[in-house]
């Protein structure tokens, strides 16, 4: 079975960024005479193996989902805000509890952040792609959550409510930056037809896009697609979804060699393999390994 490594695949500069900030406070942390803890609010970035490494950096993670609620978990010493950003309630309530703050938010989630501000300065009632319960939009919402209205992709019914209660005002739409670029694109077309004045801006960033249409375009030249990544990983999981709808080929997602299952490759004579953006290089390389010696 051939195996075609499918570029570009793994780590974005966000997650790089942020791993190497998370790691460099640690190091900061255990090289004082009298250590305080280091804890990361939340995954860095949507990936078990990452977690477990900066574990070894002296990086505790505090598993909350509410952001607000984690902090909570947190008395004293470095708190690191995770690459896909937090609002500024948070912000503001770990100061008032004295902690050390470390911003790791990726650039792309920053970029949104004030996007967001801007428009909701103008006036403009902000329609939010993005997915429910997911840390990135629960940051950016955050910056005005007056004005702001999350909505997840393709949903139409959720529009025609919004439709019903907006019929007027000036609307923006901006989105989620790890998304299928091809679902946001409907979505915004979606907008547009019942708000033709809407001002429109697509917040996909560079490497979601570049790993879609490279997972889109290898699927035509293998018979199945191995993702590697964690179910965390929306990006990860949009790179599976894709390649199914998109490229028409059976796509899985894995965390690791050991999620792999025989009967996934019956019959397969090439087999692609992709990787999320907060999937480290290691893991991809023992997949494919595996894949190799099958």
């Given at each position: ?37 280091v ?94 319960g ?7 919402i955050g ?18 409510r ?63 697609v ?10 990860s ?14 796509a ?16 397969v004579?090439?087999v ?6 907060s999937?480290p ?14």
């Amino acid at each position: 079975m051939d195996v075609l490594k499918i570029t570009p695949r793994g780590y974005c500069h966000g997650v790089v960024d942020a791993i190497k900030i998370a790691r460099q406070v640690g190091a900061e942390a255990a090289a004082e005479a009298v250590p305080e803890p280091v804890q990361m609010l939340g995954y860095l970035v949507h990936n078990e193996h990452v977690t477990d490494e900066l574990k070894d950096h002296g990086v505790r993670l505090v598993d909350a989902d509410d952001r607000m609620r984690g902090l909570q978990m947190i008395d004293s010493g470095t708190v690191i805000f995770t690459a896909h950003g937090v609002s500024p309630a948070v912000k503001d309530r770990a100061a008032t509890l004295g902690l050390r703050c470390v911003d790791a938010t990726c650039s792309d989630v920053v970029r949104t952040h004030d996007l967001v501000k801007q428009l909701a300065g103008r006036g403009l009632h902000i329609i939010y792609i993005g997915q429910k319960g997911h840390p990135e939009p629960e940051g950016v919402i955050g910056e005005a959550p007056e004005w702001v209205h999350l909505v997840e992709p393709l949903d139409t019914a959720e529009l025609d409510r919004l439709k019903a209660e907006l019929p007027e005002v000036p609307i923006a739409v901006t989105c989620q930056t790890t998304l299928s670029q091809w679902d946001t694109i409907t979505t915004i077309e979606e907008i547009q037809r019942r708000w033709p004045a809407v001002e429109v801006y697509n917040e996909i960033c560079k490497a979601t896009q570049e790993r879609q249409e490279a997972a889109v375009k290898a699927a035509s030249e293998v018979d199945v697609v191995i993702v590697v990544g964690s179910s965390r990983s929306s990006n990860s999981k949009r790179l599976v979804q894709v390649v199914r709808e998109l490229g028409g080929k059976p796509a899985h997602l894995v965390d690791s060699p050991a999620d792999l299952r025989d009967e996934w490759f019956e019959g397969v004579a090439r087999v692609g393999v992709t990787s999320g953006a907060s999937t480290p290089t290691w893991m991809t390389r023992k997949v494919i390994e595996h894949l190799e010696a099958m």
